[in-house]
């Protein structure tokens, strides 16, 4: 005589009704009323209660188990009253740990390894947007209070009313790419107004403008107006000796500095989207590569300019992707521009020049190659054919090329 047909795809004729059957096992238990209980809608046995179901440790019901902290089980209905989501770790945390940082809910590590209490009105601010005076971090409203009044640094984020780009006048028609800087420099001892003075002497220069810069321990921003490749080729040697020699002379640094890099625009006018796109695949395929020439430490380039992220490059290209991370090797975000964004600050002018040589061979290289044959052989074969374009880019890469050909 054949079994009769139990579970859920058949239930004896005359078996028990729903209410008196273990929902997991099937199990009649008509006969002992007192050993099933109804869980979460189902009606369950003491023996299935324990093999799929946890006690919350909130509300100490049986539930299934939707979220667990610390070892201890919670119901959704607890986890969603009792914890809070980390903005910056994604971690569910108590709400006892959480704080609210502009609109912004912060659990305690994050509060502590990413940022800064203003000395002033001890709001917290996220440690690259603080503004260090005196010895002390303040955000930007408190920092405008205290901050001195300087004639040429200008407040971070300032901008010219207008930027003007700088060709040669014998160039007939506007540059196909122009590229713009921003040289992070840092001082020992000089105080906000004596490097103010600095700017002073720099902004006889007039393709140059300042900004102070919180990521900074004591120094401020460098940045250049908009510069065709001829027009810097041709003012590299007064690049060198009024800009980069001059610092140096004035005992600034750059490189020495853990929170020093050097940025370098390129207009957007004339990268099309799938120019855009092998421009992405070129840097964020080759990270052990951009981290040699980037010349930062490992963990310095995670944190300002990350070549470890996986980008959704052809959404990045066709400006689809919204709030994209700036801190990336090759940030997207600014409207006229794309900003490389690796390189470590220096005022050595070999190791500033390779940094130009290298975004302009990216940008051209890139321009002329299908994006199924973009890698760094081929990169490396562009350099070579081109030794004399970039001469310090290629002596960098002397060592990579003789490794490929020998």
Request: proline letters at 5%; hydrophobic letters at 30%.
């Amino acid at each position: 005589m054949s079994a009769e047909p139990v579970g859920p795809e058949g239930v004896a004729p005359d078996a028990a009704p729903p209410e008196e059957r273990c929902w997991h096992c099937e199990e009649d238990f008509s006969f002992a009323p007192d050993a099933v209980q109804e869980v979460c809608g189902r009606t369950v046995c003491d023996e299935c209660l324990e093999k799929f179901y946890s006690r919350c440790h909130g509300c100490r019901d049986y539930h299934e188990t939707d979220f667990t902290y610390n070892g201890r089980n919670y119901c959704e209905s607890c986890a969603s009253a009792d914890f809070t989501l980390c903005d910056d770790c994604n971690e569910m945390v108590p709400n006892d740990d959480i704080s609210n940082v502009g609109r912004r809910d912060i659990c305690e590590s994050c509060l502590s390894d990413n940022y800064v209490q203003c000395a002033a009105c001890e709001d917290y601010v996220r440690n690259g947007d603080a503004f260090l005076h005196d010895g002390h971090a303040y955000c930007e409203s408190c920092y405008a209070e205290t901050e001195p009044k300087l004639e040429y640094i200008k407040p971070y984020g300032s901008k010219p009313n207008k930027l003007i780009f700088h060709g040669l006048p014998d160039e007939k028609v506007p540059a196909e790419f122009y590229f713009g800087w921003e040289l992070e420099v840092e001082h020992a001892s000089f105080t906000a107004s004596e490097q103010d003075a600095t700017a002073g002497e720099l902004a006889k220069i007039p393709w140059l403008w300042f900004t102070q810069d919180g990521s900074l321990t004591n120094g401020f921003e460098i940045k250049s107006h908009p510069l065709s490749w001829l027009f810097y080729k041709t003012n590299k040697d007064f690049i060198q000796k009024e800009i980069l020699e001059y610092l140096s002379k004035n005992k600034y640094t750059s490189y020495d500095s853990e929170t020093c890099g050097l940025h370098i625009h390129v207009s957007r006018k004339n990268i099309t989207p799938l120019h855009h796109y092998k421009i992405q695949k070129f840097i964020f395929s080759n990270p052990e590569f951009i981290l040699s020439i980037s010349k930062r430490s490992e963990e310095n380039l995670r944190a300002w300019a990350s070549v470890y992220e996986n980008i959704p490059w052809a959404r990045v290209a066709k400006k689809t992707v919204g709030d994209l991370n700036r801190k990336l090797a090759l940030n997207s975000r600014p409207a006229n521009t794309i900003e490389f964004r690796l390189f470590r600050g220096s005022l050595k002018p070999s190791t500033f020049f390779r940094a130009f040589e290298f975004v302009h061979a990216v940008i051209y290289y890139t321009k002329k190659t299908s994006h199924r044959e973009i890698n760094f052989q081929g990169f490396l074969e562009y350099v070579k054919k081109n030794a004399k374009e970039y001469p310090n880019l290629f002596e960098f890469l002397v060592p990579a090329l003789k490794k490929t050909e020998g």
